[in-house]
């Protein structure tokens, strides 16, 4: 079986993230630049059917500038079998576009399963690995917390609001993945500069061609007003309650 | 005439409220490009409950809810939508950033080759086309794009614009014909998996109580469900909790949990780091209870109680037992 993980090079979520003078990109000096957690998860699957299946082959695919190599090489270490970097120096915003370029490199392989995180952390998009689907025409379920492969097919619980929806459909595949339930491994240092060593392969793309959007600006959301503290014991809540009933009319 | 197509979803012969919202914003760009105000209702609807759409505006309703269509299907909503932008040639085509929105919006984008906004939270309509703001970063920053082309597809953030009625409007209704597909390749929904005990999802509740490390043990959160249960909230948990397999992740507040935005958030005893912060800032009001008067909660929180959380919400449940 042939398994393809797509991740993306993003700034660590603890990252206090500061605007650059020009107001349309993100100050990069002292990001520190981690794969979306998002990503992690759904590799993380993939690497747990490999435990199970040696016989698994895991592609890796990022597309972005020259750093991201680190965090393929990251995806390695960890025990993904192939790394293929998708250059580009450009920024492209648009999904649509970035869904375009990933699909052909996608289609110049015969993967039975494609794995994507659901959205990724920092644009929040949550287009790409559906857009894909539809793209290259494989089926997809997005936004799933675990799936299984029986045979020819695959059998994935999509999350949606208050319940779990079941889905089921034949491989090749496409899973854009939560958060999942499987906690994640880390690669020992060994496996790290083991990994250095492993190729990648690397692709130029001719992106942003067909520019759909345009980007104005950045700005930082409005900073809520500090509040007050209205008691150090219980004695607040009296005064809490009656607030939220009276002042606020809130519950 | 151009016109605006929304996407509206009905559950359990309700509208969802993620798709009222639609339809207040929907009615506000038809109006302001003076576009015809079109919508297609999908899902489980009951046509005799127009008193919940009769006041948004809209020009013509296009029914598409049958027993056929009654459970979300990628393909089936896929080509209904798909048939009908052929058909209508919308200038806009809008979602509701709920579940079904966001796994169906890039299907017909990519199909068409139309951008796609997902999350916004302000449209501006401007003479050569549109400005878009939307939360990037789990809304540590906002972007503002414009668009000058369309047709464009929008999605628009759940729990962020206000439900807003412009008065009654008659409107004309018909019916859409939904075609079963043959031979797909698709997903199809197997079986729906409800919740033991029937919980409001932390996306969709107005009010949330959150837990995190402060509980101490997972037992503990028995305090919370009990408090949730007496405001009617949600049971919401910091990423320390899930992650030590105390709580599921659906009730994940933060970055790589659920964005929320209720009209009353109540942290116990949850520092409020950053990861926390940015999936719950936008709340309407936000209190806060942790024994550390440091804690970077209270810097956001709009009334904080510094105190034992375990003397505390015992004593809020009371009080609002009164």
Not at chain 2, 69 to 95: A, H, M, R, V, W
Not at chain 2, 205 to 218: C, D, H, L, N
Not at chain 2, 258 to 263: A, D, F, H, L, R
């Amino acid at each position: 079986m042939n398994i393809a993980v797509c991740i993306k090079q993003v700034p660590d979520t603890a990252s206090q993230l500061k605007i650059s003078e020009d107001n349309k990109s993100i100050d990069e000096n002292g990001i520190k630049y981690e794969i979306n957690p998002f990503d992690e998860y759904a590799l993380e699957e993939a690497l747990r059917l490999k435990d199970n299946d040696s016989t698994i082959n895991i592609t890796v695919i990022s597309l972005g500038p020259e750093r991201v190599k680190k965090s393929l090489t990251k995806t390695l270490a960890m025990g993904a079998d192939e790394a293929l970097h998708i250059e580009t120096d450009e920024v492209i915003d648009d999904c649509i576009n970035i869904a375009k370029i990933i699909a052909d490199e996608i289609k110049k392989n015969q993967y039975d399963l494609i794995l994507f995180g659901k959205k990724s952390v920092d644009q929040d998009n949550n287009q790409v690995g559906i857009m894909i689907g539809e793209l290259n025409n494989i089926s997809c379920i997005s936004n799933c917390s675990e799936f299984r492969i029986e045979g020819n097919k695959i059998i994935a619980n999509r999350e949606v609001e208050g319940s779990v929806e079941v889905f089921e459909s034949e491989l090749p595949a496409i899973i854009t993945h939560e958060k999942g339930k499987n906690e994640l491994r880390y690669p020992s240092l060994k496996d790290l500069m083991a990994a250095k060593k492993k190729p990648i392969n690397t692709v130029k793309n001719e992106a942003g061609k067909d520019k759909k959007s345009e980007l104005i600006k950045l700005e930082y959301p409005e900073k809520r007003e500090e509040g007050v503290i209205i008691g150090e014991d219980k004695s607040a809540v009296t005064k809490l309650v009656r607030i939220l009933r009276e002042e606020k009319k809130i519950i | 005439m151009g016109c605006i197509l929304s996407i509206i979803e009905a559950k359990n012969k309700e509208i969802r409220n993620s798709s009222l919202e639609v339809l207040s914003e929907s009615q506000k760009i038809a109006k302001t490009k003076n576009l015809e105000n079109k919508v297609v209702i999908l899902g489980e609807y009951d046509q005799n409950n127009s008193n919940q759409i009769n006041e948004f505006g809209i020009d013509v309703v296009l029914l598409g809810a049958t027993d056929k269509i009654k459970d979300y299907s990628p393909d089936l909503y896929k080509n209904t939508i798909l048939g009908l932008i052929n058909q209508l040639e919308p200038e806009i085509i809008l979602f509701s950033g709920s579940a079904i929105g966001k796994d169906i919006s890039p299907r017909i984008s990519a199909n068409l080759n139309y951008n796609l906004v997902t999350e916004c939270i302000e449209i501006k309509v401007e003479d050569d086309g549109y400005k878009i703001k939307r939360p990037i970063f789990a809304g540590k920053i906002i972007q503002t794009l414009k668009f000058n082309k369309e047709p464009i597809v929008m999605s628009l953030k759940s729990n962020y614009f206000m439900v807003k009625k412009v008065g009654q409007k008659e409107y004309s209704t018909e019916q859409v014909n939904i075609e079963e597909i043959e031979n797909t390749t698709a997903p199809m929904l197997k079986e729906i998996i409800q919740p033991q005990k029937e919980t409001l999802d932390v996306s969709e509740a107005s009010i949330i109580v959150a837990g995190g490390r402060g509980m101490k043990e997972p037992n503990n959160f028995k305090l919370i469900e009990e408090l949730a249960e007496v405001l009617d909230a949600a049971v919401g948990a910091s990423r320390a909790v899930v992650d030590a397999g105390w709580r599921p992740h659906s009730e994940q507040v933060g970055q790589t949990g659920k964005i929320v935005s209720p009209n009353l958030y109540i942290a116990a005893g949850i520092s409020g780091a950053i990861q926390h912060q940015v999936g719950m800032i936008n709340s309407k009001c936000i209190v806060a209870i942790n024994k550390d008067k440091n804690a970077p909660i209270f810097k956001f929180a709009d009334y904080g109680i510094v105190g034992d959380l375990f003397e505390i919400i015992p004593e809020l449940i009371t009080k609002l037992k009164e």
